[in-house]
């Protein structure tokens, strides 16, 4: 990993040296949508409820899909010609889907608890073609690509307790924590506009698609009074899909 942070730092230091004649640093902090359907992962999550639902003879509800939600970040942009500009940025995605379900008895309380969730750090260095020259244009559609680290992690909690409300005594009968991360090469592809208000504002939105199939995931697995063991996840991750994102751009004066 760190030799993949230093060549997307290589490539963005190559970048800003090169002579042109619209010079600009951008930092351009965002927020959008990710569009993520984790098939696999959503399909492993519905057998384990449906198996859950034997254990415990109730209809234990299902959780929600993990198929998407807000990601934001940032980036520093240069224009490094009139019609070119590139970027180093970082972005973070997060989701979760969790069931929380109590089977009171006469004297017991069965409490079941079910917790997944994914996170996406992306590292990224992108390259934008914009379509009128940047020194001049107010409004300027662009398209663009891009190449990054794609960081993934996972986490699971399952718990089935149950409470004797005579005694207030808890009994644990399941409680597993499990923790895993993975990563993989990038890459997006994206369309955008950008409206620059003056040499030091703009506000800029872009949509496209990336591609992060991490697949399997080496972690650990968790129970009370027992070490954490080493396991790979069963589910495939894939945190492909599209998305869309926008901000400002404030012009930092190191380059005017």
């Known amino acids: 990993m760190r030799k993949s942070i230093a060549f997307f730092s290589a490539l963005f230091a ?8 619209a010079q600009r640093l951008w930092l351009k902090p965002f927020y959008g949508y990710l569009r993520a359907p984790m098939s696999d992962l959503n399909n492993r999550i519905e057998e384990q409820i449906l198996g859950w639902r034997e254990v415990l003879e109730t209809p234990v509800p299902f959780s929600n899909e993990i198929n998407g939600n807000v990601a934001y970040g940032g980036e520093i942009a240069y224009d490094f010609s009139d ?12 989701e979760e889907s969790h069931v929380r379900h109590a089977i009171p ?13 994914v996170q996406l750090y992306d590292l990224f260095f992108n390259l934008r073609y914009h379509f009128s020259e940047t020194a001049f244009a107010g409004v300027n559609p662009y398209f663009g690509f891009g190449a990054g680290l794609a960081m993934g992690k ?7 307790f149950v409470d004797d ?3 207030n005594a808890t009994f644990t009968l399941t409680d597993t924590r499990g923790d895993f991360d993975g990563n993989t090469t990038s890459g997006q592809i994206f369309v955008g506009v950008d409206a620059r208000f003056n040499n030091f504002a703009s506000l800029w939105a872009e949509g496209g ?5 991490v ?4 972690g650990t697995i968790q129970r009370p009074g027992s070490q954490a063991a080493a396991f790979t996840s069963n589910t495939s991750f894939n945190y492909s899909g599209f998305y869309v994102r926008g ?9 005017k």
Do not use: W
């Not at 019609?83 to 997060?94: A, E, I, N, Q, T």
């Open 14 to 21: 190559f970048a800003i040296a090169a002579p042109a004649a």
């Open 215 to 218: 697949g399997q995931m080496d």
């Open 83 to 94: 019609s070119y500009s590139v970027s180093l940025g970082l972005y973070y995605y997060k």
């Open 165 to 167: 409300l005579q005694g």
């Open 154 to 160: 996972a986490q699971s909690i399952t718990q089935h």
């Open 209 to 213: 698609y990336q591609a992060a199939r």
């Open 247 to 255: 901000g400002i751009g404030i012009a930092l004066p190191i380059l």
């Open 105 to 117: 008895g006469a004297q017991t309380l069965t409490r079941f608890n079910f917790e997944r969730s």
